[in-house]
């Protein structure tokens, strides 16, 4: 029982949407323009802005020299002190000198110095310029008068605190080396004034760890000299031992024999006594030992040569015994000499330690006079840096000052009215459309296709004038062949039609079909089995029991109401075998079922009936109502199901009901109207819609003045 029909659904159409939502479309329109107005009226202000710039530059831009704690180590730690910077600009304390310092009275009468902080902040835009070392200072505002000063002040203020504070805690730090450098000077001092007291002690003008101990120097030049002492005099008592054993020096030294040779006196006398002696000599030759020449002569050379041995044996004896002096006085001063290095030794060797001592100490307090100068010098290179880098550019630099704005920016009250004019045709527009899309009701016979599985066995439209109820009929006669088609094909006779609920059209649609087949010279009955919610048209049909026997003229009757003790039939068991009895008398045997939604009966009436009709109300049942119908249906399991669409709209403009109706009625083809036609007649409609609304609005407004 399913023949596959074209959709009637009104889907992504603006058109359509508009034509069908006339109302909701200028409701829309007039409500967007009416809340855009104020914003037209506060934003369409003429509003000025301006701007001052500054550089953070990524490196300190040093008086002197650099320093490691204000370099950047990478970009990232460049973007967040901008980032800083940036905080910086709008800190509570920097507006708040700004705005007394500014020549404009920013600070109104009576208001807090914090209100007017957080108002001044809220005014400001300050932002980084992408890819740029610039930051903006910028205000916008309508009161152009007070935008310049303020901006310049806020900025004086910032780059004046900027630079004071770019060495973080200067002031402090500057106190605190200076109080560190007072206390080493006079560390300085005292260690000096120990090293002093212990230099005059040990009789040193300086102390140095590199050239060592000059008492130990001292002590071990003496332990020298006592070695060289002792060297000597054992040089001293051999020299004098050997004289005194050998008679005569070493080789070194002139022999008594040589000092003799070379003695003036003794060779004077030689030469004297030598001449005589070759004068005698010279006398005797010639003569005999006997002649008394030759005697007396012999006598004086023998006289010479023991006076000659006399003196040189006296020399000799004095020559030795002055040798043998100066060994015994050599040696004598070798002793003393080693004995006085022995004793001064000894002496040093007892104040040795206390020496070691206090110049060990001496040497410790250089070291830490020097440690401690050195800290000094630094600490003064630190003093130094903050006197002379603190009053530099620093990070931060004015790069151009704000001037008072001149051209007035922003769209103007013109332009906010024509948006706000574009924003609500937009939104008439949208709504209807959007309304279209949001609304999961069934609209057109092909929406239930997706729960059922088929198509729709027919539908039916909405009768809302002369027009529409002709098509209707017509609509009812296509139904009633199509069961007739089905009718042949199963033989079945007894139909049960059911709303998904209540008032969804299953009693009207069962009385027409039964009208309609009788118009058609079909023998058909409409029987009223909805005990939930009976239909007046049965008013004046015959009562009838389930059960009981039937009455004899049923042939002749065109409808029957079963009776019910409440909202509820009775005996429905034998509900059956009465259709079964009755359809021997009909052709069609057309039953009017409770809402299957809603009534229990429903099911329990629909397993008598071998075929069922739900109707599905267009524009009242969701999809997942349908769905759920469809379930249920499928749980019955009946030979046949339809599905009939009932008061399917059509289309106020067009669309395929609309045109399918009026070629019925004027029997001619309707030629698709082209797009300025279809937007034309959609400006109509809308004015009839604005027409009305005004109407509607006039006779509302009287009324409530009546009733207050």
């Known amino acids: 029982m399913s023949t ?53 530059a ?34 509570y304390d920097i507006l708040s000198q700004a705005i007394k310092q500014a020549k404009v009275p920013f600070r109104q009468p009576k208001e807090s110095e914090q209100y007017a902080v957080d108002r001044l902040r809220n005014m400001l835009q300050v932002a980084a310029v992408p890819d740029t070392y610039m930051v903006r200072i910028g205000m916008f505002g309508a009161d152009k008068s007070q935008m310049a000063p303020l901006i310049n002040s806020v900025v004086a203020v910032y780059l004046e605190r900027a630079r004071a504070e770019q060495v973080f805690g200067r002031d402090d730090r500057i106190s605190k080396l200076q109080n560190r450098q007072t206390d080493l000077l006079k560390q300085i001092d005292e260690k000096s004034e120990r090293r002093n007291q212990i230099a005059g002690e040990l009789g040193v003008a300086t102390f140095s760890a590199e050239a060592g101990n000059p008492y130990d120097k001292a002590i071990d030049r003496l332990r020298e000299a006592l070695a060289e002492a002792k060297i000597k005099r054992f040089d001293a008592d051999a020299r004098e031992k050997a004289f005194l054993q050998h008679g005569d020096t070493d080789p070194n030294v002139r022999s008594i024999m040589e000092s003799v040779a070379v003695d003036p006196g003794l060779n004077s006398l030689k030469a004297s006594l030598n001449n005589r002696r070759a004068t005698l000599v010279s006398g005797m030759a010639g003569l005999t030992p006997k002649h008394p020449g030759y005697e007396q002569n012999q006598i004086e050379l023998n006289d010479i040569d023991r006076e000659l041995n006399k003196q040189t044996d006296k020399l000799t004896s004095s020559v030795r015994r002055n040798l043998e002096s100066r060994f015994a006085t050599a040696s004598a001063q070798a002793k003393q000499l080693e004995a006085q290095l022995q004793a001064e030794l000894a002496e040093q060797e007892k104040s ?53 704005p001149e051209i007035p920016q922003g769209p103007g009250r013109k ?31 092909n929406d239930v296709i997706g729960s059922f599985g088929f198509a729709p066995v027919g539908w039916l439209i909405r009768s809302q004038d002369p027009d529409s109820a002709s098509f209707l009929e017509d609509q009812l006669r296509r139904l009633a062949s199509a069961l007739i088609r089905d009718q042949d094909r199963t033989q079945i006779r007894i139909f049960g039609v059911t709303a998904l609920q209540p008032g969804g059209g299953g009693s009207m649609l069962t009385q027409k079909l039964m009208q309609t087949f009788q118009q ?79 009534s229990g ?6 397993r008598a009936t071998p075929a069922i009709l739900a109707v599905v109300e267009a524009e009242a049942q969701s999809r997942g109502e349908v769905a759920r119908a469809a379930r249920l249906l499928q749980g019955i399991d009946p030979a046949s199901i339809g599905v009939v669409v009932n008061q399917v709209r059509p289309l106020d403009g067009g669309g395929y009901v609309r045109d399918l109706m009026t070629e019925f009625i004027e029997g001619r083809k309707v030629n698709k109207p082209n797009l300025a036609a279809q937007i034309w007649l959609t400006a109509k409609i809308i004015a009839n819609a604005s027409k009305n609304l005004t109407q509607d609005l006039v006779r509302v407004l009287p009324l409530r003045r009546v009733q207050k």
């Not at 800290?375 to 903050?386: A, K």
């Open 415 to 445: 332009k906010l009215l024509l948006m706000a004019i574009a924003a609500a045709l937009a939104a008439g527009l949208l709504v209807p459309i959007l309304r279209d899309l949001l609304d999961r009701t069934i609209h057109a016979p």
């Open 520 to 598: 058609m010279g079909i023998s058909a009955i409409a029987i009223d089995a909805n005990a939930f919610n009976r239909d007046p048209y049965f008013d004046q049909s015959r009562l009838h029991t389930i059960g009981a026997a039937l009455p004899d003229d049923l042939a002749s009757l065109s409808s029957l109401r079963f009776t019910a003790e409440g909202r509820h039939l009775q005996a429905i068991d034998q509900l059956g075998q009465t259709l079964q009895d009755i359809a021997r008398s009909f052709r069609f045997v057309l039953l009017d079922v409770p809402p299957l939604l809603v």
């Open 4 to 56: 596959p029909l074209p959709t009637a659904g009104i889907g992504i159409k603006p058109l359509v949407s508009l034509r069908q939502h006339p109302k909701l479309a200028v409701i829309s329109c007039v409500l967007v323009l009416i809340a855009s107005l104020p914003m037209v009226w506060i934003k369409g202000v003429a509003k000025f802005s301006t701007e001052a710039v500054v550089q953070v």
């Open 58 to 91: 990524p490196r300190y831009m040093k008086t002197l020299k650099d320093d490691n704690e204000l370099d950047f180590q990478s970009n990232s730690q460049y973007r967040q002190f901008v980032q800083q910077q940036m905080s910086t600009i709008v800190r």
């Open 601 to 606: 009966d429903a099911e329990l009436t629909l």
């Open 352 to 404: 040795r330690g206390h020496y070691a001592t206090l110049f060990k100490e001496a040497n410790d307090i250089s070291g830490q006079i020097e440690q401690t100068r050195k800290e000094v010098e630094s600490i003064q290179d630190r003093l130094n840096f903050f006197a002379g880098e603190t009053s530099s550019l620093g990070f931060v630099r004015l790069v151009s000052a704000a001037l008072p």
